[in-house]
C-alpha cells in the first residue's frame, strides 16, 4: 500500500471555528510532513515530524498546530485561521533521511477555503 | 538563499516530440534532485531522484540530467503523449537529519498536443 490518505477533501471554514485536517499512511514512514500549496505555485512546507517528534517548523503562523499522535497519523489542528489562509493543504510521508535520499509521497490534498 | 528557478511556466509541445524542462538553483548545489509530476487538484507524484555524483538517470520515457557547474537539472519526456500533459516540479533536496527538506521550484506546465 503506498497511498497516503487525506480527510475531508474539501472543508470550509469560518475565521472564528477550530478544525482539523487528518493525515494517514500504512508504508511504516517515519517522517510526515505538511504543505501549503497556492493556485499555480509550488507547495511550500510548514512542518516535518520524523519519529512522531516535530523536527523542522518553518516559521508557520501559531494558528496552524501540527499534532502526530502515532506513526501512521498527522493532524493539523486549525483555529483562527484568515482568508488568505484558503488553499490546497498536502500532506506527505517518506522513509527517514539518515538511511539516505527518498521520495515523498503525497496525498490528494484538502482544499479549505477561509470565510 | 537557495533559489530555484524553473525556465518555463508553460511549455506547448506537439504529440511525439520530446518535451525538455529546465530547472536552475542558485548557491550551493544540492546533495540530490527531485522531479514530481503534478496534476490539477491532486498531489504531487514522484518520478525521479539524481543525486549529485551521477550525471544522467533514466526510467522509462524520462531522463533527467544534473550538472552541478551549470547549477542545472534538465528533464526529458521523449515520444510524448498528450497524457503527459501535466505541471512538472523539481525540487531540491536541502538536505536536513530530520526528514528530506524539498524545496520545490515553481513548476512547468507541459501541454502535449495530439
Known amino acids: 500500500d503506498t497511498e497516503v490518505t487525506q480527510t475531508p477533501k474539501h472543508l470550509v471554514m469560518g475565521m472564528t471555528n477550530k478544525k482539523s485536517l487528518k493525515c494517514e499512511q500504512h508504508?511504516?514512514?517515519?517522517?510526515m510532513y505538511w504543505y501549503k500549496q497556492k493556485a499555480k505555485k509550488p507547495p511550500e512546507l510548514m512542518f516535518v515530524?520524523?519519529?512522531?517528534?516535530?523536527?523542522i517548523n518553518e516559521s508557520v503562523p501559531s494558528r496552524f498546530s501540527p499534532e502526530c499522535p502515532n506513526s501512521s497519523l498527522l493532524n493539523l489542528h486549525l483555529h483562527a485561521l484568515q482568508p488568505e489562509d484558503s488553499a490546497l493543504y498536502l500532506c506527505a510521508s517518506s522513509r527517514y533521511k539518515e538511511e539516505g535520499p527518498y521520495e515523498q509521497y503525497f496525498g490528494p490534498g484538502t482544499r479549505l477555503t477561509v470565510t | 538563499s537557495q533559489k530555484i528557478e524553473q525556465n518555463s511556466e508553460a511549455l506547448n509541445i506537439q504529440e511525439g516530440k520530446t518535451a525538455t524542462l529546465t530547472c536552475n538553483y542558485t548557491?550551493?548545489?544540492?546533495?540530490?534532485l527531485q522531479w514530481y509530476r503534478q496534476d490539477p487538484g491532486r498531489g504531487p507524484v514522484f518520478l525521479l531522484l539524481?543525486?549529485?555524483?551521477?550525471k544522467e538517470k533514466r526510467k522509462e520515457r524520462l531522463k533527467v540530467t544534473f550538472d552541478t557547474t551549470l547549477k542545472q537539472s534538465l528533464f526529458h519526456i521523449t515520444a510524448s503523449q498528450p497524457a503527459d500533459s501535466a505541471t512538472y516540479l523539481c525540487a531540491l533536496d536541502m538536505t536536513q537529519n530530520a526528514g528530506n527538506m524539498l524545496t520545490f521550484g515553481g513548476g512547468t506546465r507541459l501541454m502535449v498536443k495530439p
Open positions: 508504508m511504516g514512514h517515519r517522517a
Open positions: 548557491n550551493y548545489s544540492p546533495a540530490y
Open positions: 539524481i543525486r549529485e555524483n551521477e
Open positions: 515530524y520524523s519519529y512522531e517528534k516535530l523536527s
